[in-house]
C-alpha cells in the first residue's frame, strides 16, 4: 500500500511539472504574439514598405561582421514594393515580378532560393533585409537605399497611376523652424499676433486627390486625369491626352462648402473602408488584360491628423454596363461630388 501511495504521488508530482512548463510556453507565446514582433524584431507599419523602391548596397555575416558582398558596376539588384502586394525586382537586366505580404517583421518575398526575410531595421532611407540559413551556418543581412522613381529602373505603363507617399504627413507639422533666432527681438510683435489670433481658431487641415479612374484606350486616350483640393479651397484638375495634350483647370472652392464636404466623407464612413478594392473572380481578372485597358482610381482624403488612401482596381462600369469590383457605394457619391466641383463653368482653363 505503501509503494503504491508512492508511485501514485510521483505520478502526480509529474504531470503537475508537465502542467507548469506547458502553462510557462503558452503564456510566452502569448505574450510574443500580443507585442506583435517577428522572430527578433518588432513589427513593421506597412506603409513604410508601400510603393517604396530600393537599391541593393552590400551584405554582411552577422555573426563575424563582415562584408562578404558588394554591389559593383557589375552587379545591379533593384526592388520595387507596390501598393497592389506585388513586387518588381530588377537583377543584371533581368526584371522578375511575384506577390509580397508582411507579417509582424517578416516580409515574404522570392529572392532565388530564399522566401520569407525579417526586416532587421527600415527608415525613409534604408532597408536592411536578414535572413537565417536553416542549417544554423549563419546569419546574414542585406542592405539597401532607397531610391526615386527616376534612378530605378522600372519603366510605368502609360495607364498606371502616378506614385504615392503613403506616410505623408500634415504639412501644416512641418513649416518653417528657422525663425528661432532673434526672439527677443520679436517678441512683443509675437504677444500682439498672438492676441489678434486667439479669437480666431486655425482652420482644420484638409487634402482631397482624386487620380485615376476610367479605361485607357479609344482614339484619344487619357495619360492623366488628377484633380486636388487644397485646404484653402484651391482646385486644380490635370488632365492631358495623347492628342491634345495637357489642360489645367484652376478654381477656389468656398472654405465653409469644402468643410461641409469633408463632414460628409466623414459621415459616408470613408475613413473606415478598406485601403484597396479588388478583384474577387476571375472574370474580373481577365477583365484587367483586355482592352480597353481599366486604369486603377486612387482617392486620398486627409482631415486633420487623420488621413485615407483608397485604391480600386476598376471602378464603375465597362462599355458593357457590368462592375467588375465590389465596393462600397458612397464611394461612387464622393467621386461624382469631387468631379462634379472639378467640372463647374467658373472655370479657369489654361493649357500647355
Not at 71 to 89: G, P, V, W
Not at 181 to 210: G, Q
Not at 310 to 327: E, H, L, M, P
Request: hydrophobic share 30%.
Amino acid at each position: 500500500m505503501k509503494v503504491l501511495d508512492l508511485i501514485n504521488m510521483r505520478n502526480l508530482h509529474y504531470l503537475g511539472s508537465r502542467l507548469m512548463l506547458l502553462l510557462i510556453s503558452f503564456s510566452s507565446q502569448a505574450q510574443t504574439d500580443s507585442i506583435g514582433w517577428g522572430t527578433n524584431y518588432p513589427a513593421v507599419d506597412e506603409r513604410l514598405i508601400i510603393e517604396t523602391k530600393w537599391r541593393y548596397t552590400y551584405a554582411i555575416h552577422l555573426e563575424s561582421n563582415t562584408i562578404i558582398h558588394q554591389a559593383e558596376d557589375y552587379y545591379d539588384y533593384y526592388l520595387h514594393f507596390r501598393y497592389d502586394y506585388t513586387y518588381s525586382q530588377y537583377l543584371n537586366g533581368r526584371m522578375t515580378r511575384g506577390t509580397w505580404s508582411l507579417s509582424g517583421s517578416e516580409l515574404f518575398y522570392r529572392f532565388k532560393h530564399i522566401n520569407k526575410f525579417e526586416i532587421a531595421d527600415i527608415n525613409k532611407s534604408r532597408l536592411i533585409l536578414e535572413f537565417t540559413q536553416p542549417n544554423s551556418k549563419g546569419t546574414y543581412q542585406y542592405h539597401f537605399v532607397r531610391v526615386e522613381s527616376k534612378d530605378a529602373p522600372f519603366v510605368k505603363p502609360a495607364n498606371e497611376l502616378p506614385d504615392v507617399i503613403v506616410e505623408t504627413a500634415n504639412p501644416k507639422r512641418n513649416k518653417k523652424r528657422w525663425l528661432a533666432f532673434n526672439k527677443k527681438k520679436k517678441k512683443k510683435r509675437r504677444r500682439k499676433r498672438k492676441k489678434k489670433k486667439k479669437s480666431k481658431e486655425e482652420p482644420i487641415y484638409i487634402s482631397i486627390e482624386l487620380i485615376g479612374g476610367g479605361y485607357y484606350g479609344g482614339l484619344d486616350p487619357v495619360l492623366k486625369d488628377y484633380i486636388h483640393i487644397k485646404s484653402d479651397g484651391r482646385l486644380i484638375k490635370e488632365f492631358k491626352s495623347l492628342n491634345n495634350g495637357s489642360t489645367i483647370t484652376k478654381k477656389n472652392i468656398p472654405r465653409e462648402e469644402l468643410e461641409q464636404f469633408a463632414e460628409y466623407i466623414i459621415a459616408q464612413k470613408f475613413f473606415e473602408f478598406e485601403r484597396i478594392y479588388d478583384c474577387k473572380s476571375s472574370t474580373c481578372q481577365k477583365r484587367k488584360q483586355n482592352k480597353p485597358t481599366p486604369i486603377p482610381l486612387r482617392l486620398a482624403v486627409a482631415y486633420g491628423s487623420r488621413k485615407k488612401v483608397v485604391t480600386i482596381s476598376i471602378w464603375g462600369k465597362d462599355q458593357n454596363n457590368v462592375r467588375y469590383v465590389d465596393y462600397p457605394p458612397a464611394l461612387d457619391n464622393i467621386i461624382d461630388a469631387i468631379q462634379r466641383m472639378a467640372h463647374r463653368l467658373d472655370d479657369t482653363v489654361s493649357t500647355r
